[in-house]
T-cell receptor, first 111, second 112 residues
Framework: DAKTTQPPSMDCAEGRAANLPCNHS???????VYWYRQIHSQGPQYIIH???NNETNEMASLIITEDRKSSTLILPHATLRDTAVYYC????????????FGTGTRLLVSP | DTAVSQTPKYLVTQMGNDKSIKCEQN?????MYWYKQDSKKFLKIMFS???????INETVPNRFSPKSPDKAHLNLHINSLELGDSAVYFC???????????FGPGTRLTVL
């Protein structure tokens, strides 16, 4: 699985967009980009994933660059409840492969 | 409706004891996992079962023995507990091979 690089921490004001970057310069053609988050003391929660097109769901948007070497998770209107550690993971969609969690980005949303 | 549940939520025990953590999912998934999150918050997979068969074993000490009586349950039994086993253990489930995994609330194990 390709390695990912994320900033250790970010701050965001409540109501503003939170843009969380992830570098995955060694990503393979069949690897997807996944985002999970872990709110304090809870189990990780799936957010979104994509291959090369931008994706949007009720939680967030995922923007993947054309060369697929980096991506950005966007929380359009961050709330205090979005304070969490956000993990960017790349892996193939199918098969008996594990999710490898890195150190993630700790996002702090403040009033 | 709890999708992935674990019991107990907290477990405090002495070194050398044997303990079990239970996990159940009601999502109809066929693949289940155990993860360990240590005090430094690193989250690492330990085991994965698909249709009651072990498919991933991440060189975990054989004091740890997962057991899957059916597709909806994956229990973790730990023998001869050590101080280093103190961690939060998360169970998760998914459909075969897919990376959208659903996690339980975790079991905080403290070994004294």
């Amino acid at each position: 699985d390709a390695k990912t690089t994320q900033p250790p921490s970010m701050d965001c004001a409540e109501g503003r967009a939170a843009n969380l970057p992830c570098n995955h310069s060694t990503i393979s053609g069949n690897e997807y980009v996944y985002w999970y988050r872990q709110i304090h003391s809870q189990g990780p929660q799936y957010i979104i994933h994509g291959l090369k097109n931008n994706e949007t769901n009720e939680m967030a948007s995922l923007i993947i660059t054309e060369d697929r070497k980096s991506s950005t998770l966007i929380l359009p209107h961050a709330t205090l409840r979005d304070t969490a550690v956000y993990y960017c993971i790349v892996r193939v969609e199918l098969g008996f492969q594990k999710l490898v969690f890195g150190t993630g980005t700790r996002l702090l949303v403040s009033p | 409706d709890t999708a992935v549940s674990q019991t107990p939520k907290y477990l405090v025990t002495q070194m050398g004891n044997d303990k079990s953590i239970k996990c159940e999912q009601n999502l109809g998934h066929d693949t289940m996992y155990w993860y360990k999150q240590d005090s430094k918050k690193f989250l690492k997979i330990m085991f994965s079962y698909n249709n009651k068969e072990l498919i991933i074993n991440e060189t975990v000490p054989n004091r740890f023995s997962p057991k899957s009586p059916d597709k909806a349950h994956l229990n973790l039994h730990i023998n001869s507990l050590e101080l280093g086993d103190s961690a939060v253990y998360f169970c998760a489930s998914s459909r075969l091979g897919l990376s959208e995994q659903f996690f339980g609330p975790g079991t905080r194990l403290t070994v004294l």
